[in-house]
């Protein structure tokens, strides 16, 4: 048995394939010489068993078995507290808005902070995303005051009000902001003077390169992220920079964005994102 | 190990003593190593081949053969072809001859649309001008808001007859086309000189939403319909530019977010793809940060130089 049936052209469409998806140059690298191996090894004969293998590395790769669940369930008498962070623009706030909708529908009681006070219109839209789901906002009317205030002040109005959970929505900052990235580490120690942070979602924009690691790579030192949102998938963007990103910081993805509306938010599931990957 | 392309060349080079033609083996070690840089950046994998074969004739010639340091003329001339690309035909903003001047604003979600809009009509009110705002995303929560917050700011008038998606108005009312075209009348008749559009973010594959994007354009007959495109992008920049540029047409690229540190290769990408030249670049948050395009700066940006 040899490898003779499988061309130069499969593998550089398999490449090609990978490199498209915004899996990275290493990632992709690593996958097609995993490949070849395993032909050299199993004696595969065609592109088709070829594109087989690399589904199931690729499922491989991106791990099912990793937790994804998200905590929003009170403990030690409090409520679940989560934050949501992420550089400019990539739908957090409506993500926020989303993940109101499912708990709300799930019968718990959840509470908005808005702690994004420097974007023009920003408590607006989150209130307006509060209206939309059925949650309270809290929020303050003055133009750039103080996030970590706000975030103090919606995790203490969920506390007396026992909530389930506070949902932070922060302001989007670029990763390569140190003023900024400091200012988010404050906001979350300002909360913890409360409460514990149970979860730190990471939004991130499925349209995004290589980018996205160094993103998830300082937001993790900052404030130390436990899962990411994977948003505007229901473009032609598939998003692979996520593998690299779960691989190299461990941090699962556990929402995928599916559009504008607000039953657009499912929970990740690797073999649908490979599938979509590949296609 | 080796951080930038010029380390990675010179690594490439080092046997060589610069002396007679270069073979066919220097020639695709070179490329592998400008291919990789180039992907790494997020150019795009089509253009990138386009790219490296270009390269790669170049490369061939004497002027690499005969340099003193082949590594360091390969990047130069790499440089020089990204420059050449990015570069070509550079110009500035379309005005009309009869004013007001329409330009609107196009993208994809979160692109930086909205905060283009006041940073643009502040820049040209500050060049003498009378910009107006016109507020036709009325489907992102509190878009029109946001523009009239940017407005205040640059202490340019925003026409927005409708509230769009609010916490008071949850459904969408109005209609982007009748309100861009009733901004252009009115901006007609106060005297503003220039009129522009800012509409909602969306995605490429969206023919319902582009055809929208289309009928606004037939509507207000903008001299420019400038394509704002978040620098952070990957390989689907091609994809997207190509969507808004067969749905909409546009005629001048932004690529926003330029103060972070992605690379940027979709730059390359756009220009490459729609020949549509980058005229600026959207640097940050505030009204001010907001620059005329460097293809010089980019293509070291690039190249991570
Ligand atoms: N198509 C699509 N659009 C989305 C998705 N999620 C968010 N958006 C859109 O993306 C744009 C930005 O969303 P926001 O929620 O405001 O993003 P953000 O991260 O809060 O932005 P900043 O607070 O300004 O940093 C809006 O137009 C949203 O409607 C998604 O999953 N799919
Ligand atoms: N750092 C940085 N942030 C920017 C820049 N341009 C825009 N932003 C931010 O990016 C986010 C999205 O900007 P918007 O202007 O709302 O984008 P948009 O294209 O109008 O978004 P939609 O209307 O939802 O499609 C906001 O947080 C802006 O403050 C920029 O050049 N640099
Ligand atoms: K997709
Ligand atoms: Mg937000
Ligand atoms: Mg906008």
Request: charged share 25%.
């Given at each position: 048995l040899s490898t003779d049936n499988i061309t130069d052209d499969v593998w550089?469409?398999?490449?090609?394939?990978?490199?498209?998806?915004?899996?990275?140059?290493?990632?992709?690298?690593?996958?097609?010489?995993?490949?070849?191996?395993?032909?050299?090894?199993?004696?595969?004969?065609?592109?088709?068993?070829?594109?087989?293998?690399?589904?199931?590395?690729?499922?491989?790769?991106?791990?099912?078995?990793?937790?994804?669940r998200l905590d929003a369930s009170r403990k030690d008498g409090r409520p679940a507290v989560m934050m949501v962070v992420g550089v400019n623009g990539v739908g957090k706030?409506?993500?926020?808005?989303?993940?109101?909708?499912?708990?709300?529908?799930?019968?718990?009681?959840?509470?908005?902070?808005?702690?994004?006070?420097?974007?023009?219109?920003?408590?607006?839209?989150?209130?307006?995303w509060g209206a939309r789901v059925g949650v309270d906002t809290v929020r303050s009317h003055e133009d750039g005051a103080d996030p970590a205030s706000v975030a103090f002040e919606a995790v203490k109005t969920g506390i007396d009000q026992e909530a389930d959970v506070v949902i932070v929505d922060t302001a989007g900052r670029l990763q390569n902001k140190a003023n900024l990235m400091d200012e988010l580490g404050k906001i979350k120690r300002v909360i913890e003077k409360q409460a514990a942070v149970d979860e730190v979602l990471l939004v991130l924009d499925a349209t995004t390169g290589q980018n996205g690691l160094a993103q998830a790579k300082v937001f993790a030192e900052v404030v130390n992220i436990t899962g990411i949102a994977l948003t505007k998938l229901d473009g032609t963007a598939k998003g692979g920079i996520?593998?690299?990103?779960?691989r190299?910081?461990?941090?699962?993805?556990?929402?995928?964005?599916?559009?504008?509306?607000?039953?657009?938010?499912?929970?990740?599931?690797?073999?649908?994102?490979?599938?979509?990957?590949?296609? | 190990m080796f951080n930038s392309l010029s380390d990675r060349l010179a690594a490439t080079f080092k046997n060589l003593k610069g002396k007679g033609r270069l073979s066919e083996a220097d020639i695709d070690a070179t490329a592998r190593e400008i291919r990789r840089a180039l992907l790494d950046a997020d150019v795009a994998v089509p253009v990138v081949r386009e790219f490296i074969g270009h390269i790669k004739e170049r490369a061939l010639g004497e002027e690499v053969?005969?340099?003193?340091?082949?590594?360091?003329?390969?990047?130069?001339?790499?440089?020089?072809?990204?420059?050449?690309?990015?570069?070509?035909?550079?110009?500035?903003?379309?005005?009309?001859?009869?004013?007001?001047?329409?330009?609107?604003?196009?993208?994809?979600?979160?692109?930086?649309?909205?905060?283009?809009?006041?940073?643009?009509?502040?820049?040209?009110?500050?060049?003498?001008?009378?910009?107006?705002?016109?507020?036709?995303?009325?489907?992102?929560?509190?878009?029109?808001?946001?523009?009239?917050?940017?407005?205040?700011?640059?202490?340019?008038?925003?026409?927005?007859?409708?509230?769009?998606?609010?916490s008071e108005f949850e459904d969408p009312t109005g209609d982007p086309v009748q309100v861009a075209r009733n901004g252009v009348a009115e901006a007609?008749?106060?005297y503003n000189d220039i009129v522009i559009?800012?509409?909602?973010?969306?995605?490429?594959?969206?023919?319902?939403?582009?055809?929208?994007?289309?009928?606004?354009?037939?509507?207000?007959?903008?001299?420019e319909v400038l394509f704002v495109l978040d620098a952070m992008i990957?390989?689907?920049?091609?994809?997207?530019?190509?969507?808004?540029?067969?749905?909409?047409?546009?005629?001048?690229?932004?690529?926003?977010?330029?103060?972070?540190?992605?690379?940027?290769?979709?730059?390359?990408?756009?220009?490459s793809v729609t020949g549509k030249p980058v005229m600026f670049a959207s640097t940050g948050e505030n009204l001010a940060d907001f620059e005329v395009f460097h293809p010089d700066r980019m293509a070291s940006r690039i190249l991570d130089m």
């Open positions: 550089d469409e398999v490449e090609e394939t990978l490199l498209l998806a915004d899996l990275g140059t290493e990632p992709t690298m690593e996958l097609v010489d995993n490949l070849r191996e395993r032909v050299t090894v199993e004696g595969s004969r065609d592109s088709q068993q070829v594109k087989a293998m690399l589904h199931e590395e690729l499922v491989k790769m991106v791990d099912p078995s990793m937790d994804r706030t409506t993500t926020v808005g989303k993940i109101g909708r499912v708990l709300v529908a799930e019968d718990r009681h959840v509470v908005f902070g808005a702690a994004d006070t420097f974007r023009a219109a920003a408590a607006e839209q989150l209130a307006t996520v593998v690299a990103i779960q190299e910081l461990g941090v699962p993805v556990k929402l995928v964005g599916l559009g504008e509306g607000p039953d657009d938010l499912a929970p990740f599931n690797a073999e649908g994102f490979v599938d979509a990957l590949l296609d | 053969s005969q340099a003193l340091n082949p590594g360091q003329q390969v990047v130069k001339i790499v440089n020089e072809e990204l420059v050449a690309i990015l570069g070509g035909e550079t110009r500035r903003l379309n005005l009309a001859k009869n004013p007001p001047t329409v330009i609107m604003l196009v993208g994809l979600q979160g692109a930086g649309k909205t905060t283009l809009a006041g940073k643009l009509s502040k820049h040209l009110k500050e060049q003498g001008h009378t910009p107006m705002l016109v507020a036709a995303d009325l489907q992102r929560p509190n878009a029109v808001k946001q523009l009239q917050v940017n407005g205040e700011r640059a202490g340019v008038p925003v026409y927005a007859p409708h509230p769009g998606v609010s007609k008749a106060k559009v800012d509409t909602a973010g969306r995605l490429g594959m969206d023919a319902e939403l582009m055809q929208q994007a289309a009928n606004i354009r037939a509507a207000v007959q903008p001299d990957g390989q689907d920049a091609v994809a997207t530019a190509q969507a808004f540029n067969e749905g909409v047409g546009f005629t001048g690229v932004v690529l926003s977010k330029l103060d972070g540190d992605a690379r940027g290769g979709a730059a390359l990408s756009v220009r």
